[in-house]
């Protein structure tokens, strides 16, 4: 009843998951390496534990070949992108996570960032900083065009709040009904008409480190000119040197990321220097009550699969 605990993430706002593993008997383990590990530190700092609590650490197939004991595997999160799932299937390892945890944080931050770049209040305030006292005309929320990618917990809780702006939403998803959109007041659309109609597109959808971006070259020129982009879900979703260009060119009004295709992101990398960007480290399930329920929820599940139970929230 051994779980290493890579995250550093993992019960800092709350120590109700620490109390979970207790209550269960589960003793943890701390990596010496910073996270996040790749396989091969994994592997070394996971010899001989049954379960693994990982964030954004690399958990490939020689993860799961080096660990025989291995028999839980939880994402401190939603995104089991960085998991081999195929390769847990194999080695007969379960995989958790904590679907819904975050939600609302990271539509909390959505709709702050939307409201940050269309006030242009990143660079107001660098200019204060420098002391400058000058004018940042904005962009009103309220009658504008949101267009959601992904319409899970999060792109759900990120429409209920552009509504309560008055905005207009279309939705684009293919594992959710249309139904459920127009439920949610909605309107459901295709990937390519939803991101050439938006004025604000935001981005909610699983990535896949070993496919092209969603958001091509080509399919960012479709996109209205003066449009605002937000991506809180995973940097491989968009081509980040051509958002750069389109940026330059005004193409793009603003843009707000909070995640990135290589992560942190680089001392040179041109979005650093690009306008009217607000630009943030990968925190939008960084809030109090998500992690408490993040935390809470693979510690169950870790202790039991570890009793030999069923896990509530299986991947695999």
Known sequence: MEVLITTPSFGRQSNEPWEALDDAGVVVRRPQAAHPLDPTQLANEASD????IVGLDEVDKSVFSA????KVVAKHGVGVDNIDLDA????GVRVVNAPGANAGAVADLTLGAMLSIARQLPAAHRSMLEGRWETFPGVELG????????FGRI?????????AFGMEVVAYDPYVPDEVMVAAGVKPDGLDE???????????????????PLLSPERMESMKRGVFLI??????LIDEGHLVKLLADGHVAGAALDAFAQEPLGK?????????VLLTPHIGAYTDRANAAMGTSVAHDVARVLRGEEPVNAVV
């Open 143 to 150: 009658g504008r065009k949101l267009g959601i990618l992904g």
């Open 155 to 163: 792109g759900q809780g990120v429409a209920q709040r552009a509504r």
């Open 268 to 276: 040179d990398h041109p979005l650093l220097s690009a306008g009217n």
């Open 194 to 212: 939803v991101v050439a109609i938006a004025d604000f597109l935001t981005l909610h959808l699983p990535g896949d480190p070993d496919a092209a």
């Open 88 to 91: 847990a299937r194999a080695a």
């Open 67 to 70: 660990l025989p004991s291995l």
């Open 231 to 236: 991506n809180a879900a995973r940097g491989g």
């Open 49 to 52: 534990v049954p379960a693994i």
